[in-house]
């Protein structure tokens, strides 16, 4: 199945400047999985934050659906 991973704020450095991507992942891979097999390995990201799916904040380990669109964010600093 297809999903969109859209990079936000200083994240697309980690792809050269890309901002988004589709890709295929494997029927019921979580958003880790998705983002490790594009070589995002959100543990070793100091300021990493969250993802969302289609709008919705979600853990890294919920499950993907053919044609969602995951965004990821950096930890947000300021007040």
Not at 6 to 14: F, I, M, N, S
Not at 36 to 62: C, M
Request: charged residues 30%; contains cysteine.
């Amino acid at each position: 199945m297809k999903i969109k991973i859209v990079l936000k704020a200083w994240l697309p450095k980690l792809w050269d400047g890309e901002k988004e991507r589709w890709i295929e992942v494997a029927e019921g891979a979580t958003c880790e999985e998705a983002l490790e097999s594009q070589g995002i390995f959100h543990k070793e990201i100091p300021r990493f934050g969250f993802v969302s799916l289609n709008g919705k904040r979600v853990l890294i380990d919920g499950i993907l659906h053919d044609g969602d669109e995951m965004n990821v964010y950096p930890r947000m600093n300021g007040g």
